[in-house]
């Protein structure tokens, strides 16, 4: 199973990006997807998650500012990022748990693509 997250670069504050993270391989099913990031020196942290069903949770310093979703269809799960400021400068990463019979779940991790908010 890989997970391959594209659509970063750099903006200036105030502009949009929107990342996108398809999941191929073989699997039975994806359960929760997520967008996490890890900034200059910090921890990485969770930005965004999404079921399944579509019920999402999004961290309260992006709120109102990022929507997240997903295609299930197609895999994918996308990070809609507006009104971008420069704290939200990091490497952006998807995950995904992944169900198959015989192995349970495991989680999965895309390789980041790097979000750079300056002027």
């Known amino acids: 199973v890989q997970l391959q997250a594209s659509g970063g670069g750099l903006v200036q504050p105030g502009g949009s990006l929107k990342l996108s993270c398809a999941a191929s391989g073989t699997f039975f099913s994806i359960g929760v997807m997520g967008w996490y990031r890890q900034g200059p020196g910090k921890q990485r942290e969770l930005v965004a998650s999404?079921?399944?069903?579509?019920?999402?949770n999004t961290v309260d310093s992006v709120m109102g500012r990022f929507t997240i979703s997903r295609d299930s269809a197609e895999n994918t799960v996308y990070l809609q990022m507006n009104s971008l400021k420069p704290e939200d400068t990091a490497v952006y990463y998807c995950n995904g748990v992944v169900f198959n019979p015989g192995q349970g779940f495991r989680t999965y991790w895309g390789q980041g693509t790097q979000v750079t908010v300056s002027s």
């Open positions: 999404i079921t399944k069903g579509g019920t999402t």
